[in-house]
């Protein structure tokens, strides 16, 4: 897998240290940091991520934790285009038909994130963290 692209939830699971999740998505994490894959992120996830930590920890910590995060992973455009096609979409929650939308037109081979069902129908797959850390170590 060379390019996959990170919902929220397994951003804010290392991030914020949520137990139990956060040893599998800092796991696939990891692998975006060592090389082993290349790591996005949708354009509109990062406005969520800043907005979350800033709340948590302050709008400085917030924008030097967002900061680091732009030295590992991509941004994943969210413009017109990823727009009209999350309206397509056969999805209930439009965050997550944009998130697909953005990992398609991205160039992405999946999504990592601990809701796939979520993204029934999506046009790229969904693989939760530990899917993911087991596909990577194979290489």
């Known amino acids: ?5 990170f919902d929220i939830n397994v951003i ?4 914020l240290d949520r137990q139990p999740h956060v040893e599998a998505s800092a796991a696939a994490w990891a692998a975006v940091e060592t090389g082993i894959s290349e790591g996005m992120l949708a354009a509109h996830a990062v406005t969520t991520i800043h907005y979350l930590i800033r709340k948590e920890m302050g709008a400085i910590k917030a924008r030097r934790v967002l900061s680091a995060i732009l030295r590992v ?5 969210v413009d017109s ?8 979409l056969p999805f ?11 990992a398609r037109l991205a160039g ?3 999504i990592v994130t601990r809701d796939p069902k979520g993204f029934r129908g999506s046009p790229v797959r969904s693989l939760i963290p530990e899917a993911v850390t087991v596909l990577l170590s194979k290489k």
């Open 92 to 102: 209930s929650d439009f965050e997550d038909a944009l998130t697909a939308a953005a």
């Open 1 to 5: 897998m060379k390019r996959i692209l």
């Open 73 to 77: 992973f991509g941004v994943a455009a």
């Open 12 to 15: 804010l699971d290392v991030l």
């Open 81 to 88: 285009a990823v727009i009209q096609e999350a309206l397509q």
């Open 108 to 110: 992405c081979e999946c």
